[in-house]
């Protein structure tokens, strides 16, 4: 059973949205940063770091290879093994925050605020449900194989995410 639930999302704005993902991962803060702050690591469940230097300020250059989207931005909040946020065209502010939970556990708290329409905004939560699926395989040592990957799993989630009340 996956430890990914659905997701809350809350309008910002005239078309802005604030996207939440709340995980709780059997996975220290050790294994679980590098697979956020790393090209090795973010390969294996999100996108090719094309480019990722990774200090506030740097540049982030983020090839989705399900979809062939590139994103360019900044990293704009970084805290060792706590915070890492990047602030992308595309997909706007994407922020990771990690907190301990013992020593064998973390809670990962994502929140993506972006512009978009409703339709945008169904699309990215199914996405993004989609990709902590990924993550969670990725920690458990099944990297994402995306010459495989088809958009099944995902327009099954997008159809669960409409059928919930609007934001």
């Given amino acids: 059973m996956s430890l990914v639930s659905h997701a809350t999302s809350e309008r910002r704005g005239e078309d802005r949205w604030l996207l939440r993902f709340e995980l709780h991962l059997p996975s220290s803060y050790e294994t679980l940063w590098p697979a956020l702050t790393t090209a090795e690591g973010l390969l ?3 996108a090719a770091a094309d480019v990722l ?24 909040a970084w805290d060792v ?7 992308l ?3 706007g ?3 990771f925050h990690l907190e301990a939970v013992g020593t064998d556990s973390t809670v990962l708290r994502f929140v993506n605020e972006r512009g978009g329409s409703q339709d945008d905004r169904l699309d ?3 996405g ?16 994402a194989n995306w010459s495989a990957w088809t958009d099944t799993r995902w327009a099954e989630l997008r159809e669960a995410y409409a059928s919930l009340s609007p934001a």
């Fill in 81 to 87: 093994e706590r915070v890492a946020e990047y602030t």
């Fill in 124 to 126: 990215c939560l199914a």
């Fill in 44 to 46: 294996g469940w999100l």
């Fill in 53 to 76: 230097e990774r200090r506030l300020g740097g540049a982030v250059t983020l090839r989705w290879l399900n979809t062939g989207t590139v994103a360019t931005g900044r990293v704009t």
């Fill in 93 to 95: 502010r994407l922020r």
């Fill in 128 to 143: 993004w449900h989609e990709h902590f699926e990924l993550l969670e395989a990725a920690l458990a040592g099944r990297p």
């Fill in 89 to 91: 065209t595309e997909h």
